[in-house]
């Protein structure tokens, strides 16, 4: 309430003047207010949050549904089952807390615990197939993730892969339609048929990661450089870059 004492704005006019302005502050400054809120709105908005039950509740179809409306989901660390695979849009991003977040693939389920999309990224998560030790054959039929034909790098940063009967990691034969293209970084493989098995030809970069094994389609790759066979177009060069990496 205004005192009498101010007068009306005839009779005080430098006050009510004064009113004015700092009332056309504020109305201002709650439109920066509102503008940075939808801003912080749109910065969080992408993630979804997954807490773990820690059980064998199956949580593929949560995760797919996710990602319908959002463009990655957060892993709050624990365990985290999947019974059937889930198909990745593109730019999905799929991140744990400090590997702590542990995404199992049900001893039940066969195929690829996640079909990766273009562009997808996963980082500080671990991958658990099953095995406590390293199958006789690379012919099991349980892995962590398929790529097929993307034309946007997978990035796999800090994770784990154990107990894959199969490939931890395969690219498919896609009839050489695009060039799959993979990055993995500062990540560990264990007890898998295989860390990466290649069907397709593309690019691949292997970055301070441990006990990384790979088998290739094309008896001409090497892990070094790329080979051209008289019997290859160019557009089919297979390429591995491993920079400080076991394997």
Same mark, same amino acid.
């Given at each position: ?9 005839? $009779? ?8 004015? *302005? ?5 109305? *201002? ?23 773990s039950t820690n059980d064998t509740t199956?949580? %593929? ?34 991140i744990g807390i400090g590997n702590d ?24 998560? %671990? ?11 690379? $012919? ?20 784990h892969f154990n107990g894959f009967s ?46 990384? @094994?790979?088998? @290739? ?11 051209? @066979? ?14 400080? %990496?076991?394997?």
């Open positions: 309430d205004v005192p009498s004492s101010v007068g009306s704005p005839v $009779l005080n006019p430098t006050y009510w003047v004064k009113v004015g *302005n700092f009332n056309g502050q504020i109305a *201002n400054l709650q439109n920066q207010i509102d503008t940075l809120n939808a801003i912080v709105s749109t910065l969080s908005a992408p993630f979804y949050i997954m807490e199956d949580r %593929s179809t949560e995760l797919a549904t996710a990602l319908t409306t959002h463009k990655g989901v957060l892993f709050c660390g624990g365990d985290f089952y999947f019974a059937n695979t889930v198909t990745l849009p593109n730019d999905a991003k799929l977040s542990k995404l199992v693939f049900d001893s039940g389920a066969n195929g690829y615990m996640f079909v990766s999309g273009n562009g997808c990224e996963f980082s500080n998560l %671990s991958f658990d197939g099953g095995l406590t030790a390293k199958p006789n054959d690379n $012919l099991g039929t349980r892995g962590a993730l398929k790529i097929d034909g993307l034309t946007t790098p997978a990035k796999v940063v800090n994770c199969a490939s931890a990691i395969y690219v498919v034969d896609s009839g050489y339609a695009n060039l799959s293209s993979l990055v993995v970084i500062g990540s560990y493989f264990q007890y898998n048929g295989n860390g990466l098995h290649c069907d397709e030809h593309g690019e691949y970069a292997i970055i301070n990661t441990s006990y990384f @094994s790979l088998n @290739s389609r094309n008896p001409q790759t090497s892990y070094a450089s790329s080979v051209l @066979s008289p019997t290859q177009e160019p557009s089919r060069i297979t390429r591995f870059r491993l920079f400080s %990496s076991v394997r």
